[in-house]
């Protein structure tokens, strides 16, 4: 059995967990360990589980907290070069990650930990370096895609394998260009290098989502330029005109911004042996 929980998806903090039988590994520590510590008990989890950490990029919403953990649990931390480097310049990571915990990995080479086969690449966004993960277990392809300013052919192929997928739909349009933010922060979230809006995800989605796709969360959404079932509403609009191709739609979850959601358990193989 696979599993998935949320902890966090938002500029408040972001963090999520794939618990395999055996083991399970981190996918950014925006969150204080104090609170994913709570949060791990309330949902009958074992942090004990959790064997290694993976980063998608360096802004603190996704690494304030990784110092802290790998040096508490001693568990490896994998990121691209470039987003070790900025974990180390980024002031609001008090505790950095001590050096026999870093490992380094590169877009486009897959490597294995325990049970799960990681592949890293590139997602375009105004950090250090951004990485999406594809991660197979059991033959089931897992995919995440945050915090990304424009849509890449490769983020299409891996969207196109993936049987779960979770993928940033993080604002409104209108309620950004409306919004009280100034307009230099607009820009930037607008910009190819800032992030998704929920037409573009639903547009991506509607375009490169085969039959084999069962289940969407919308990640990382805006506090002050969304809303969840804005973004919902948004995507399965897009999402209803491919009914007549595959008969039916994923399913969609948005994710909670600052608590988690709920635990997924995702169909493998072996779940159908």
Known sequence: MLRFVSLGSGSSGNCYLLV?????????????????????????LSLGSVKNILITHDHADHIKSVG????????????????????????????????DNVRYIEKGK????????ITPFGVPHDSADNVGYRIV?????????????????????????????????????????????PPYLKRRIASGTGHLSNAVCAHVLSENMTN???????????????????????????L???????????????????????IFELKTKGDLQ
């Open 20 to 44: 395999a039988a055996t083991e399970g590994l981190i996918i950014d520590v925006g969150i204080g360990l104090r609170t994913l510590k709570k949060y791990f008990r309330e949902y009958g």
């Open 68 to 99: 802290t953990m790998s040096s508490e649990f001693n568990l490896p931390v994998y990121a691209t070069r470039e987003v070790h480097a900025g974990i180390e310049r980024n002031y609001c990571v008090q505790k950095k990650v001590c050096k």
């Open 110 to 117: 897959s490597f294995k930990l325990g049970p799960f086969e």
């Open 137 to 181: 277990y059991d033959e089931t392809v897992f995919c995440l895609i945050t915090d990304a300013g424009s849509v890449t052919e490769e983020m299409k192929a891996q969207i196109k394998e993936a049987n779960y997928l979770v993928l940033e739909a993080n604002y409104d349009s209108d309620m950004l260009e409306n919004g009280s933010y």
């Open 212 to 238: 084999k796709l069962c289940k969407v969360w919308l990640c990382h959404l805006s506090e002050e330029n969304n809303h969840p079932e804005l973004a919902r509403k948004t995507v399965e609009a897009s």
């Open 240 to 262: 209803s005109q491919k009914t007549d191709i595959f008969g039916c739609m994923p399913e969609l979850v948005v994710l909670k911004r600052k608590t988690p959601t709920g």
